[in-house]
């Protein structure tokens, strides 16, 4: 079965530090990958995602995640956190044709110390 | 436009009691899905509906859980007989269907906080 591994449940950065989350996928193919970001209190929103193509993928708020099919991962990175960006982050996967199910990890508390 | 939105936004019951969970997906999305989200554990998928078809619900934890959606829009999950396990977040995203992407965008509502006392 499909699994979805992040290993880091609690990050703490300083602002303008650098981010790196890691994400680990199990699957008999690769997969399209997601990374989510949670507010308190809000849904989930799209940060990215991968289906095929360039390995380094960009998405909102300047975040970007490189897909290594090598190491079954798509870890996300920003060059300079701010403040804004403390929430809870998940990486998920979805079915390589297509279909409904995310399957996605245990999540990665980010805190941002001023 | 208006996004996914979800009533109640806080639910606090008695162990052994009824509860209904509302989603009002994007106008316009055909597909429907209800996840949960306990402490410590990601999203777990429940159910997910698409159109007419007949719903996928491989997710659901026990038949103590139901869902439908009513004319293709508004869907309601239902928990029959709630235990404390079932305290939960519970999510609802919906995402359009068919527009030649190979997987649709789901769109999250904020969630329906469930304690179950």
């Known amino acids: 079965a499909q699994s979805v591994t992040q290993p880091d449940i609690h990050i703490t950065v300083s602002e303008g530090a650098s981010l790196e989350l890691r994400c680990n996928y199990s699957?008999?193919?690769?997969?399209?990958l997601f990374w989510y970001v949670q507010s308190p209190g809000q849904g989930l929103q799209l940060l990215l995602k991968y289906f095929s193509g360039d390995t380094l993928v960009q998405g909102i708020k300047g975040f970007e995640a490189e897909f290594k099919r090598s190491q079954s991962s798509f870890n996300l990175r920003k060059p300079s956190v701010h403040w804004s960006d403390a929430a809870e982050y998940f990486c998920?996967?979805?079915?390589?044709?297509?279909?409904?199910?995310?399957?996605f990890g245990t999540g990665t508390q980010l805190k941002v110390e001023l | 436009g208006a996004g996914v939105s979800q009533s109640p936004s806080n639910k606090v019951t008695e162990k052994g009691k009824d509860v209904e969970l509302r989603c009002d997906p994007i106008?316009?999305?055909?597909?429907l899905y209800w996840y949960r989200q306990s402490l410590g554990q990601g999203l777990e998928f429940l159910i997910y509906?698409?159109?007419?078809?007949?719903?996928?619900k491989s997710g659901l934890p026990s038949d103590r859980f139901s869902a439908e959606r009513t004319g293709g829009s508004v869907s309601t999950l239902t928990i029959q007989r709630t235990q404390q396990e079932d305290s939960a977040v519970y999510l609802c995203a919906s995402s359009e269907r068919g527009r030649g992407a190979p997987f649709n965008e789901q769109f999250f509502g904020p969630g329906t906080r469930l304690t179950v006392l």
């Open positions: 509906f698409q159109g007419n078809s007949a719903p996928d």
């Open positions: 998920a996967v979805g079915p390589p044709g297509g279909g409904n199910k995310l399957t």
């Open positions: 106008s316009g999305h055909t597909a």
């Open positions: 699957y008999g193919a690769t997969p399209y």
